[in-house]
């Protein structure tokens, strides 16, 4: 089911980039639920187990279908590109009570028996408390799990923006959007997404926000209803070497199971990398390092995507256990 937004002369004026401690807080409470995104961040998951469980997050599961609608006043798109979880999560607390409740009645109808809860009705029948009990929970997710980690999450997702900026800049807004993810289409002035919802907007003028995520992956997520900005929320470049530790030296184990070249070559993908960037960072010749890529691939420890007239190479959850000796 693709979701299309339509642009008009005024949009491609008002597209942006931004990034959101607030989304990546949300979005790593869904992780915690969804073993489909374990793959990249089975170290981070084993390392927050702990502090996870003292976390009540039960309320926030109500409001977070598998499939169906999440309540935009609790994560909204960013107010700007630079703005940090403080002010989100004012913004957040500050949402309209009746507004919220609409909005939240949304969500808890798509989770199976979360609109006839307790929980769900008392919520409904007070939405000042339902601001309050969501956001207090939001804000302890953000200092007990992802606080810790941002500055790391952070240079990631503004390494992601400055890639994809200089990218705008080489092949314009209609060359990008198919790049950001294989699931993006563009064809006359219409982006097409490949999701699990049908959805149609015209974007009316208002542009698009770009978003990186770290903890969106696999998923590609668009939507958002006014009055807030169509965004396009996309997995981030380099989530494959997000959690990897540096190491000295090859790991014995991985050199006698795949080689040293191609061992070398797995652990060197730190970020999508292509071939000419890797044989430089190795010092070994092109030919050696595409013949390793090929064989890591075909082996299912990478995968491949072309940008512009470069292939760049990523490590799958797989590759990433192998790299890491998880």
């Known amino acids: 089911m693709p979701v299309l937004l339509h642009f008009g002369e005024d949009d491609f004026l008002r597209c942006r980039f931004a990034l959101s401690p607030l989304w990546e807080t949300q979005e790593a409470v869904r992780t915690l639920r969804r073993p489909d995104r374990h793959g990249y961040h089975a170290h981070w998951l084993r390392r927050i ?30 107010i700007g590109p630079a703005a940090n979880f403080e002010e989100e999560i004012a913004a957040v607390r500050a949402a309209d009570p009746e507004a919220a409740r609409a909005d939240t009645a949304r969500s ?39 606080a810790p980690d941002w500055p790391r999450l952070r240079a990631l997702l503004e390494a992601d923006i400055a890639f994809h900026s200089r990218r705008l800049a080489e092949v314009g807004l209609g ?3 198919p790049e950001v993810n294989r699931r993006c289409g ?13 959805y149609e907007r015209h974007l ?15 998923d590609v997520i668009s939507g958002f209803e006014p009055p807030w900005q169509p965004t396009l929320v996309y997995p981030a470049r380099g989530i494959g070497g997000l959690w990897a530790e540096p190491a000295d030296r090859l790991p014995d184990a991985l050199v006698r199971l795949l080689g040293r070249g191609r061992a070398a070559v ?8 292509g071939t000419s960037a890797l044989a430089s960072r190795l010092g070994l010749a092109p030919s050696s390092v595409s013949a390793h890529l090929t064989a890591l691939r ?28 998880g």
Do not use: K
């Open 49 to 78: 187990r702990a502090a996870a469980a003292t976390l009540d997050l039960s309320g926030l599961w109500l409001v977070m279908p598998r499939r169906g609608h999440s309540p935009d006043w609790l994560g909204a798109p960013p």
């Open 108 to 146: 808890l109808a798509d989770t199976p028996g979360a609109l006839d809860s307790p929980r769900g009705r008392a919520w409904l029948a007070d939405p000042v408390r339902m601001i309050r009990e969501l956001s207090d929970t939001v804000e302890e997710v953000w200092h007990t799990l992802l």
């Open 175 to 177: 060359g990008l959007l």
């Open 186 to 198: 563009w064809r006359a002035g219409t982006l097409t997404v490949e999701t699990h919802v049908e």
């Open 204 to 218: 009316g003028g208002q542009g698009l926000v770009l978003m990186p995520s770290v903890f969106s992956w696999p």
């Open 266 to 273: 797995l652990t060197a993908l730190d970020e999508p990398a």
């Open 298 to 325: 075909d082996a299912g420890l990478l995968t491949s995507r072309r940008y512009g007239h470069q292939v760049l190479y990523e490590r799958t959850p797989l590759g990433i256990a192998l790299a890491s000796g």
